[in-house]
């Protein structure tokens, strides 16, 4: 019996276009809002108990970031665009979980949605979407739950490192960007040492039943990264070529730097991308060789036992008279035939190599 798929999509069919309603599953998650507002002299870090602590900071002359988990509080989401002004169609993408990494921008905000991977305890890999908005002087991200990458980021704000507090609000945004670029790598690793494990099984011929199953759930990891992932180099490189005031021309470099970070993601991708492919072909190559070795055990066995089958048939028969069945020493002749017979071609499988 099939199993019946359930599509997120579902969800919102029928829908007013800007309905804000949440695709996810974990409607259960708390809110939590925690703020960062700093400037190159001092940084405060902050848990806001709701999302009306946060209106003080949108007009401040500091940088901030408001970092919002959890995306099933649709109500305080809409409170938090109605009083920034975000368009409807904003809210709706940052609950809608199924969307595609993407750039839109407005004229006194950007709207940039990606996707953030990591693998849970139960090595599975997550695909988590993150939502940023840009305005003039503070960064907006919203995420479904809590945990995430970010802990460095943090970390550089709370102890003045490197430029994070010098530079402005599209740095930060760079910084954040980077950190979840920067966790691909840490992916394709386990991705590759994954494959490497799979190569290695299969050469050395431990390979359990369901070998060809991993394989498959493999092969869908490395399409649920590419998914993630290939779409955002098209985001980074609109990046680059804005005219936006909110992105400063010296950060544009730091942009071009994490788009040469994807295409190396993306590269990495493509390679592992074609060796599962191979893995299974090898696989399934190995599958094939066993098989033929059995086939050929088989063959020579059945290759000896004909002639001497032959010979049995033949003095087997219920004929009357057959001149070899009065000798007295015919049993013993014919056990001698089948040795020399069976020894014969023992011999040439072996010289052949067929043994």
Not at 196 to 223: H, P, V, Y
Not at 264 to 293: G, P
Request: charged residues 25%.
């Amino acid at each position: 019996m099939s199993r019946k798929r359930v599509y997120r999509s579902k969800k919102k069919l029928g829908q007013v276009p800007g309905s804000v309603i949440y695709t996810g599953e974990r409607s259960k998650e708390k809110l939590f809002i925690d703020a960062f507002d700093y400037t190159k002299e001092f940084c405060n870090e902050k848990e806001l108990q709701s999302v009306q602590e946060s209106f003080e900071y949108k007009d401040t002359d500091s940088v901030t970031w408001i970092n919002l988990n959890g995306l099933n509080h649709v109500t305080q989401i809409e409170t938090l665009g109605e009083h920034y002004k975000f368009h409807p169609l904003v809210l709706e993408d940052i609950v809608n979980i199924a969307q595609r990494p993407k750039i839109d921008e407005y004229d006194d905000y950007i709207f940039i949605v990606l996707k953030m991977l990591y693998y849970d305890d139960n090595n599975t890999i997550v695909s988590e979407q993150v939502s940023f908005i840009l305005g003039k002087n503070y960064v907006l991200s919203f995420q479904e739950s809590e945990g995430d990458v970010f802990n460095e980021v943090r970390d550089r704000l709370r102890q003045a490192k490197g430029r994070v507090r010098t530079m402005k609000s599209d740095y930060l945004l760079y910084t954040l960007i980077d950190a979840i670029v920067d966790h691909y790598f840490s992916v394709i690793e386990v991705l590759g040492d994954k494959i490497e494990d799979f190569e290695t099984a299969i050469f050395s011929g431990n390979t359990d039943g369901d070998i060809s199953q991993k394989i498959q759930n493999l092969k869908r990891e490395i399409l649920r990264v590419r998914r993630a992932i290939f779409p955002l180099r098209e985001v980074i490189n609109r990046i680059e070529k804005n005219e936006s005031p909110l992105i400063q021309k010296r950060t544009i470099t730091y942009f071009r730097d994490i788009y040469d970070h994807l295409i190396q993601v993306s590269e990495n991708i493509d390679i592992y991308r074609e060796m599962i492919w191979s893995l299974m072909d090898m696989y399934m190559t190995t599958i094939s060789n066993k098989m033929n070795e059995v086939m050929k055990v088989l063959t020579i066995m059945a290759s000896i036992f004909i002639p001497l089958t032959f010979i049995a048939g033949i003095y087997g028969m219920n004929f009357e008279y057959i001149p070899e069945l009065q000798y007295k020493y015919a049993y013993f002749i014919l056990w001698g035939v089948m040795i020399v017979l069976f020894v014969g071609m023992i011999i040439y499988f072996k010289r052949k190599k067929w043994l």
